[in-house]
């Protein structure tokens, strides 16, 4: 017995490595209706459901309201397990790439913006956020093809700070909490535009040492035809050299055969000249 169930680790029986790198084959062999993805799942359901709570009886109900923070703070754990389950037990599928992502955006998104719609978070809190959040994203397929980026511990905190600070809204709470939850929002703004300076700047970076890797593997496949090139042409003149050569002894074996030729007539003459002298002896 591994202590994981075949169908959890993909199907393959095997036991997984805690804290390993997944391959390729570990990846292909994760099922889709994992814990994981099954958390992922849930936590896109509770994103209409957590915005049917809030707006129930008018969206100022504190016992609605209540329930409405329950299920956000569902969804909030479930993000912090399903990503850590799939990476430990090899997890990872393609739905969980993309479901992941989406599933975070989509209820710190719909918190915020229901709250702004309700009045109770200013809507300049809420534009800087999800533009940060929707740049990040794009940015992240920008330098995808060179690097991936890391989530650094900094997002992480300020995933915690908004989602305290978007909880604490979504209660009904009055005096001295209502002025903290305020800064906890303020503290989660502050992280939200740093870490996503910082992101910026790792992507720049990635990118031109992405496009500096690129162009120096051009530069060596061409000084690679080049030389591929300069050997076939440098070979090319000794093959006709070694050709011509072969020839030369077959062209001379005629120019012999003439050369024998004057020696044979030579001989005719001498037989011409000793008929003469014979008719010559005779008169």
Do not use: C
């Not at 958390?39 to 609605?64: E, K, Q, S």
């Not at 992240?140 to 989530?151: D, G, L, M, S, Y």
């Not at 035809?225 to 070694?242: D, E, K, N, Q």
């Amino acid at each position: 017995m591994t202590g994981v169930p075949a169908s959890a680790a993909g199907g393959s029986g095997a036991k997984p490595v805690r804290g390993g790198k997944l391959g390729t084959a570990a990846v292909n062999q994760a099922s889709l209706w994992n814990i994981a993805n099954i958390l992922t799942m849930v936590r896109l359901l509770l994103v209409p459901g957590f915005v049917l709570l809030l707006f129930h009886n008018g969206g100022y109900d504190p016992a609605w309201r209540s329930f409405a923070w329950a299920a956000f703070a569902i969804a909030m754990i479930t993000d912090l397990f399903d990503g850590h389950l799939a990476r430990t037990y090899n997890l990872v599928t393609d739905f969980g790439k993309i479901a992941d992502p989406i599933a975070d955006k989509a209820i710190m998104g719909a918190a915020l913006v229901s709250l702004s719609i309700l009045g109770d978070l200013p809507w300049w809190i809420t534009g800087v956020i999800i533009a940060r959040e929707l740049g990040i994203t794009l940015m992240r397929f920008w330098v995808i093809r060179h690097a991936v980026i890391p989530a650094s511990r900094g997002g992480k905190l300020k995933t915690l700070a908004q989602g305290t600070a978007a909880g604490m809204y979504v209660l009904a709470l009055t005096g001295p909490l209502a002025t903290l939850r305020f800064w906890v929002m303020m503290v989660a703004v502050v992280l939200t535009v740093v870490t996503g300076l910082d992101y910026v700047r790792q992507a720049v970076v990635l990118r031109r040492q992405g496009l500096a890797a690129a162009a120096a593997r051009a530069a060596d496949a061409t000084e690679a035809l080049r030389a591929a090139a300069g050997s076939a042409v440098g070979a090319a003149p000794a093959g006709a050299v070694a050709a011509v050569t072969d020839v030369r002894p077959d062209a001379a074996e005629p120019r012999s055969g003439t050369a024998d030729i004057p020696a044979g007539a030579f001989d005719v003459r001498s037989g011409a000249a000793e008929a003469r002298g014979g008719a010559e002896a005779e008169r």
